[in-house]
């Protein structure tokens, strides 16, 4: 791995700004919109795998996320286990899905990949819905305990932020290592030229699968800490809409790229936010701005900083794959 | 066909097979790579070169017959599964990675044979640095050999042809093979470039590895390589050394022969 | 038996329904390689046109509404091809296209949420009411909806084969480089698919209204199993996503009747991914 200087200044910076914002803030509402924006941070990366890097359109992130924080919140709330073991169920939740999605990802691609996620991620909201003995049904689950060490619980939204702070770090770190190995160079082969990838020894389905699978423990691993943090979940918001809000972060940090993941999250969380003021119409500007993005610049915020050479390759090797 | 060859096969087709829906493509093709050879597998357009290659290297399954690597069938492998027994291939359409460098391209050719696992990767932070410095110093090795340092942060489609079908070629060699399979090398190459690819692939060979070629270029085939089968409507109609094979009535008729008519025809026609 | 065959003919409304769905996207897709995930949102657009601006809103006679509305949605669907469909059509990936579709579908609800409010409301006189055929009793939203849809995939299958715009909308979808060399003029051509599209959802959306109310949900789940009956009879074959359209509200009305109704709308997923796994070019894909 190859980590130079300025890189490296800009995440210990990063790191240093995340840390000490919090002690500036004492409006809970803020501070519950930067644990919101960790919790993105998180599947907005492992989405990255999958979509950004391996070119597999994934639109089930809302069904992967729930079944993330349904495994966690019942065991917990059900059967009393501690929190962290849900948190250790949710990321085995997350290798069953990533395996049953990325079968179906050695057969189809393109749009036809991007239905059978659908699929999948409305199977879950109904059965979410309509199960109701398991899952509570449309009320959802309640009284979800918070994560607790050494018997100190983390309770107010200051002590949960650094918590998920110290995990989005170990995450987001994991995965820039993992593009910027072997591993992140196979992703992009894989999307670049299949047939190469065989010839070169590499079993695709082993790395398509592996994409998937680290999709699918990323953001169940995200759905668990949500569910611990907020303390209730129902399934009425996981739809169509929640999964592409990832793939909209995705696409307007850049794809690909880790820091590009970590601004676009950032953005896609905060911004609405920012543009509160305009009331009712506060939603149809941003989307408007989204739609500006994705039109004038579908690199990503990322290609304003780093040049645009490599980022139109890339889009020019997927095209020449395309559909 | 008598074969007088000495020494240890490196290749053997038995009576390959390959039919598309009831057009046969390849024929009951039987061959015998002898190692330490450069061989070459020519034939008029259509003749069924680029479908052996496919079906040996794995990328078409065969429908009847065998195929060996040495001692290991590899007839019914996957494709990446034959790369594993030290084979390695090139591609007639440049088959490169387009978003990445020409170095990372060449990192990705040697990824099976560095053998930490994904999870061991998460752990083992020092073995992950150290293999990914083996691979950058094993990409620079290759990359310095095939003359091509300076380029190693470029991108192939800043390149010109001659220089990707170098890095792929580059990339090829990156898994240590023991045995390459060329496709058409030559095609597409000006003359200075085709002279300086075939003093490469000379070089690849005399650094010990054994090359298989499927080329239309008869200069290319006649300078390098020692032993050719000739197929024909999939099926095999000669196999010698290139100087007997120049000779051979049979060969010139279905392949030089034909060309050399046209030309004289269209010669005529133009005059 | 009369049940059954009123079972049947709810079925096939609803198949009709999910027909024309499959219609309406497939024209897009043919045209320009782009699955508009906004189509629901067109279907929502002409439905609150339709109730909302010319029955409620202008006082107009449904059928002047209906005009209204369907030219509407026309040139409605023109702009967006200059506007959003023909630049994203130009991107590098599927991927940036599939997101511009969805983001101008949310541009699209949201405007509508802002125009005609975020209240459901219905229209009393339309389409209400059932006839009896014997001891047979037909909902006339139904009747009308099997009538009209018929006529249009009849019109459409017309259009497509005998006039020289709908011969010349296919070639273009075969291959607009030849189209263009041909002297078809390509973008005017795909605006003029798109705003075709348009003008079915903004029939499907006239027709769904004693159904479903006229609300912000109210195309979501057709819209999605829309895409499910195209997949289940033949993705981008107009036939295909009509045979799978039916096939899917028959299978889906009769299916509730072995399944606790609530899991009807798994059905078509369920389907959905069987097929997608097993049969990616659904029943009709061969014929192509």
Redesign the interface.
């Known amino acids: 791995m190859k980590v130079n200087k300025t890189s490296a200044l800009i995440a210990v910076a990063a790191i240093a700004l995340a840390a000490i914002l919090p002690m500036f803030i004492s409006n809970n509402y803020h501070l519950n919109l930067m644990i919101q924006v960790l919790i993105n941070i998180i599947i907005v990366v492992g989405l990255n795998f999958i979509t950004g890097l391996t070119g597999q359109m994934n639109l089930g992130t809302a069904g992967i996320f729930s079944m993330g924080a349904y495994t966690s919140s019942l065991l917990a709330t059900r059967l009393g286990i501690n929190p962290w073991i849900c948190l250790i169920a949710a990321v085995g939740m997350g290798f069953l899905i990533g395996m049953g999605l990325g079968y179906p990802s050695l057969r189809v691609s393109g749009v036809y990949l991007a239905l059978t996620t659908i699929g999948f991620s409305e199977i879950v909201r109904i059965l979410m819905t309509n199960l109701t003995g398991l899952t509570g049904g449309a009320l959802g689950v309640t009284g979800i305990p918070p994560f607790s060490i050494l018997g100190h619980k983390f309770q107010t939204n200051k002590e949960i932020y650094y918590l998920y702070l110290v995990i989005a770090i170990i995450l987001i770190f994991n995965a820039y290592r993992i593009v910027n190995s072997k591993w992140g160079r196979a992703f992009l082969a894989v999307k670049d030229n299949p047939d190469a990838v065989e010839a070169g020894g590499i079993n695709i389905a082993s790395i398509k699968i592996l994409a998937f699978t680290l999709a699918a423990v990323y953001a169940t691993v995200a759905g668990s800490l949500y569910a611990h943090y907020v303390g209730f979940i129902n399934p009425s918001a996981y739809n169509l809409e929640y999964s592409i809000n990832y793939v909209v972060m995705l696409v307007i940090g850049g794809i690909g790229s880790v820091p590009g993941n970590v601004l676009g999250a950032i953005l896609v969380t905060l911004v609405p936010e920012l543009l509160r003021f305009m009331e009712n119409y506060y939603w149809l500007v941003f989307s408007i701005i989204t739609l500006l993005f994705v039109i004038f610049l579908p690199n990503g915020m990322v290609s304003l900083f780093k040049g645009k050479k490599r980022e139109e390759k890339a889009g020019k090797g997927a095209q020449a794959n395309g559909r | 066909m008598a074969d007088n060859r000495e020494g240890k096969s490196i290749l053997t087709l038995n009576h390959v097979t390959k039919r598309f829906s009831g057009l046969v493509a390849v024929n009951d093709l039987s061959l015998d790579m002898k190692e330490r050879t450069i061989h070459a597998l020519i034939g008029p357009n259509g003749a069924g070169k680029s479908t052996a290659i496919n079906m040996i290297t794995g990328l078409l399954p065969l429908t009847e017959g065998e195929i060996y690597h040495e001692d290991t069938k590899i007839s019914g492998m996957n494709a990446h599964q034959i790369a594993r027994t030290s084979c390695s291939r090139t591609f007639q359409n440049l088959k490169l990675y387009r978003s990445m460098t020409v170095k990372e391209n060449l990192m990705m050719g040697n990824m099976t044979d560095r053998k930490q696992g994904f999870v061991p990767f998460l752990f083992d932070i020092k073995n992950a640095n150290k293999e990914e410095k083996l691979m950058n110093e094993k990409a620079d090795q290759i990359l310095e050999f095939m003359g091509l340092k300076d380029l190693a942060g470029e991108y192939p489609a800043n390149m010109p042809y001659g220089k990707q079908k170098l890095t792929e070629l580059a990339r090829s060699l990156m898994s240590d093979p023991r045995l390459l399979f060329l496709d058409e090398p030559a095609a597409g190459l000006n003359p200075s470039e085709r002279v300086e690819f075939v003093n490469i692939m000379l070089k690849v060979f005399d650094s010990g590895i054994d090359i298989f070629l499927i080329e239309h270029n008869m200069d290319v085939i006649m300078n390098i390589s020692n032993y050719i089968t000739v197929i024909n409507f999939g099926a095999k109609i000669a196999e010698s050394t290139p100087e007997e094979i120049q000779q051979d009535p049979v060969v010139i008729k279905a392949y030089l022969g034909d060309r050399y008519k046209q030309n004289m025809a269209r010669g005529a026609s133009n005059a | 038996m009369q049940v059954f065959v009123q079972l049947l003919i709810t079925g096939i409304a609803m198949g009709f329904i999910y027909a024309l769905v499959g219609i309406e996207y497939t024209l897009i897709w043919n045209a320009t390689?782009l699955?508009n995930f906004s189509h629901d949102k067109f279907i929502l657009f002409g439905a609150y046109m339709f109730a909302g601006t010319y029955v409620l809103g202008l006082g107009l006679p449904p059928v002047l509404a209906i005009l209204f509305a369907v030219l509407t949605m026309f040139l409605f669907g023109i702009v967006s091809a200059f506007v959003?469909f023909n630049?994203?059509s130009k991107?590098?990936?599927?991927?940036?296209a599939?997101?511009?579709t969805?983001?101008?579908g949310?541009?699209m609800i949201?405007?509508v949420r802002?125009i005609w409010g975020p209240l459901p409301f219905t229209l009393d006189n339309f389409l209400r009411g059932s006839i009896h055929f014997g001891s047979v009793v037909v909902s006339k939203a139904h009747l009308v909806i099997i009538v009209v849809c018929s006529l249009i995939t009849a019109g459409l299958q017309v259009f497509f084969k005998t006039t020289k715009t709908g011969k010349a909308m296919r070639c273009v979808s075969e291959n607009k480089t030849a189209a263009s060399l041909m002297g078809i003029n390509v973008p005017m051509n795909i605006a003029f698919t798109i705003g075709l599209s348009a003008i079915v959802c903004a029939t499907i959306g006239i027709l769904v209204i004693p159904i479903f109310n006229v609300e912000l949900q109210m195309s979501?789940m057709i819209g999605?199993k829309g895409?499910?009956s195209g997949?289940i009879g033949g993705?981008g074959y107009l036939p295909g996503a009509i045979v799978g359209g039916i096939l899917l509200g028959v299978v889906e009305i009769f299916g509730s009747m072995l399944i606790?109704s609530?899991?009807k709308?798994?059905l078509s997923?369920?389907l959905?991914?069987i097929f997608?796994?097993v049969r990616?070019s659904g029943i009709l894909g061969n014929k192509r």
């Open positions: 390689g699955l959003i630049p994203l991107l590098s990936t599927n991927l940036f599939v997101i511009g969805v983001i101008l949310r541009i949201e405007s802002l979501s999605l895409f499910a997949v993705f606790p609530v899991y709308d798994c997923f369920v959905l991914i997608l796994l990616p």
